[in-house]
């Protein structure tokens, strides 16, 4: 600011009004200092600015894989409210590797960022407990801890199973498959649970296969269409729940160069509306996870907690409901609910 004044011929208060209340500042003298600026090449410095009032303006994102669109989602929900706070969100993709978020982890704690939003597909409290002893506010997204030391905002991911199965049972399909992961991704787990409740509920009228996958992007999904293929053929198999979108795509495309038609032989549908699985010749019958509240709501939460007096906070959880979206994979064309955003 000194070479600032220095160079515009200009007090110091001067360029502090320039930087912080330019309506004070006569249109001549705020024209020259904004020159010398240019001039210098200068730079604010927000971090430093932020720190000496005490709060940041800045809040950090963590997800685990920025090509699912649940939480590229999450993010612009969040960046969404923020704006209107006169706030940023700042991110950081994990891209599925625990010593990456943890690293991302420190790199916002280490920018002293105003709080953290955590979107973990493993549990990650351990270094939720570390970073909060630091002082920094985190709440976690679409991942239930079991804990109760930091706000959460959750989508009901047995639901989401049930609402899958439910929906190719109420059309008539009673020999289904369950394609996904395995349990240890929290998500994978309750969705298949959602899927055994509601082929419970048919009293062994439905039948279910369950084929296990290593991974849940699309050559997990081409793997395992492969075997199941013969069992369309043979009729013991009309229904396919994929716990991703990703892996229902790879399924169709198995199935289309096999030559079974998909809805007509056999019914797929996804279970997390990616939207990088929407473009496919046979739109995608799915399961609306909420990213965009998701990501509104979290930022809620942890600006509540960041105003809050920590002694006086209780931390809660957020449920967020699921929404089946019915398209062509399940239903036909003429069943079909538009394709949108």
């Given amino acids: 600011m000194s070479d600032v004044a220095r160079a515009a011929g200009v007090a110091l208060g001067t360029v502090s009004n320039v930087l912080n209340h330019p ?35 800045s809040i950090g994102l963590v997800v685990i894989d920025i090509s699912n669109s ?35 982890l420190d790199f916002f704690d280490g920018a002293r960022v105003g709080g953290i939003l955590l979107a973990p597909m493993e549990d990650a409290g351990e270094d939720v407990a570390r970073i909060r002893t630091h002082g920094r506010p985190t709440v976690v997204l679409n991942f239930d801890t079991g804990r109760n030391d930091c706000c959460q905002v959750l989508v009901d991911n047995e639901e989401v199973g049930y609402l899958a199965a439910r929906h190719l049972i109420d059309n008539g399909r009673t020999r289904l498959a369950f394609v996904g992961g395995r ?9 298949r649970r959602g899927v055994r409740r509601a082929v419970a509920e048919e009293g062994g009228r439905v039948t279910l296969q369950e084929v296990p996958t290593e991974n849940l992007d699309p050559p997990g999904g081409l793997r395992a269409a492969e075997g199941l293929v013969e069992d369309v053929r043979r009729g013991s198999l009309d229904g396919v729940i994929a716990v991703t979108d990703l892996l229902a795509m790879a399924i169709i495309q198995v199935f289309g160069a096999r030559g079974v038609e998909v809805p007509r032989d056999v019914a797929v549908m996804g279970c997390d509306h990616n939207s990088a699985a929407w473009g496919g010749m046979i739109p995608l019958t799915s399961v609306q996870m909420k990213g965009l509240d998701m990501g509104r709501e979290g930022l809620r939460l942890l600006l509540a907690e960041i105003d809050e007096d920590p002694a006086e906070h209780r931390h809660v959880t957020t449920m967020l409901r699921p929404e089946l979206v019915v398209r062509e994979s399940t239903v036909g064309r003429e069943r079909a609910t538009p394709l949108r955003d």
């Fill in 183 to 191: 349990d240890y991704l929290q998500p994978v787990a309750l969705r």
């Fill in 23 to 57: 309506d004070k500042v006569a249109p001549a003298t705020l024209e020259r200092v904004q020159g010398a600026i240019e001039q210098l090449g200068f730079v604010r410095n927000t971090n430093a600015q932020q720190l000496a009032a005490g709060r940041s303006r």
């Fill in 70 to 104: 649940l939480f590229v989602d999450i993010a612009r929900g969040a960046q969404r409210y923020a704006s209107e706070l006169g706030m940023n969100v700042l991110m950081a993709n994990s891209d599925n590797r625990a010593d990456q978020q943890r690293a991302d």
